[in-house]
């Protein structure tokens, strides 16, 4: 799969974020390979693309948390957010997550930048998933213990 074509967002200092492009033809590639499973995720009305881009922004709070040297556990002891929930912020599963406790752990990590990347990327879905809410509501962070 080539990732070749993508867009940087912001000041290059992050990751970049694939292309509508590139996530086009990783939709086609998923299709022809896996069809068992976009037929699922069409029954169950999942769109296989945005899947593709909630997969990324997951990914950036996971690489954020370990950056930070947090085990899932470490994190939840932390922020007193519960595992599960941490796990579902970093699977965004067909983006289907607790917002309040998004927000809150996005703030808890400081990735307000990342996720504001992924809205500016991907606006019409930060819109529609609420996930542009989570940067507007202001939520007051909570930084980790230093050990």
Known sequence: MNHARTRQ?????????????????????????????????????VSVADSFRFQFLAERLRNERERMGLTVKDAAIRS???????NEAETCAGGVVDLRFFARYVAFLGAEARVGEWCRAYPWLARSSGVAGVLKQGTKPVRPAQS
């Open 80 to 86: 007193k957010i519960p595992q599960y929930r941490i």
């Open 9 to 45: 967002i912001g000041d290059g200092a992050l990751a970049e974020l694939p292309s509508n492009r590139v996530i086009a033809a990783t939709v086609r590639y998923a299709r022809a390979e896996m069809p068992w499973l976009v037929e699922l995720m069409d029954r169950l009305g």
